[in-house]
């Protein structure tokens, strides 16, 4: 069974602009959640999405915003990018009603 | 508030040595802890996870011990190899009726290094 897959798998980005990521999870999940991950603050939570709706969100401010698709794919937005918004952003999927999550590869990117 | 603390924040030990690295939580109730590991720019892995009533299980050179009481857990790693180099991430559930990532709680992390 194919792994979650998410992709771009790098970025570069400027201040100001805005971006999109996209996480295809694991066959058969429907449950994909969102992570931002830095050194010094280690993994955040950005928000959960279950068959398209969204079931739990983070403390990050509404420039991040998320989407999924009927096909449990999601994507991720983050507008008007700040330095700060550098970081690995991580995907995970998991089975309805399990906690068991299955991470992505993540993409890195990389605001100057 | 619901917290996981892991220590220490970076190890560096020698290639086939052992190591402990240490999670305390304060997540109350509590359904199962998992531990992680990540190597550098990949997604975690998960290598254990351990329920209420478990002390201690076994992944081949890892082996995670818990202490429900104290609300502790320990992930001890023999005859480190150089592929153990990644960061340790200590995950605890609380048991709400949701999946995901509902009810979880990260620690921040151990990044270990091994030298050969």
């Known amino acids: 069974k194919a792994g979650v897959t998410q992709t771009p798998r790098y970025l570069i980005k400027t201040r100001g602009q805005q971006v999109t990521l996209s996480c295809s999870p694991i066959?058969?999940?429907?449950?994909v959640s969102w992570y931002q991950q830095t050194p010094g603050q280690g993994l955040q939570f950005l928000f959960e999405?279950?068959?398209?709706?969204?079931?739990n969100k983070g403390n990050f401010p509404g420039r991040f915003s998320g989407r999924q698709f009927s096909n449990s794919r999601s994507e991720m937005n983050v507008s008007t990018l700040e330095l700060g918004d550098s970081a690995l952003y991580l995907c995970a999927s998991s089975l309805p009603q399990s906690r068991e999550q299955y991470f992505g590869p993540g993409t890195r990117l990389t605001v100057t | 508030k619901n917290q996981v603390e892991q220590s220490p924040q970076s190890l560096i030990i020698l290639e086939g040595k052992n190591c402990t690295l240490q999670c305390n939580y304060t997540v109350s109730p509590f359904s199962n802890l998992r531990w992680y590991k990540q190597d550098t720019g990949r997604g975690p892995v998960s290598l254990t996870i351990m329920t209420f009533s478990e002390n201690t299980k076994s992944n081949g050179r890892y082996t995670a011990t818990l202490d429900a009481d104290t609300k502790q857990s320990s992930l001890h790693i023999t005859a480190s190899q150089l592929s153990d180099s990644a960061s340790y991430i200590c995950v605890v559930s609380a048991p709400y009726s949701g999946g995901g990532a509902d009810g979880l709680t990260f620690g921040k992390g151990t990044h270990l290094i091994i030298q050969p």
């Open positions: 999405y279950f068959s398209e709706t969204q079931r």
């Open positions: 066959s058969g999940h429907r449950s």
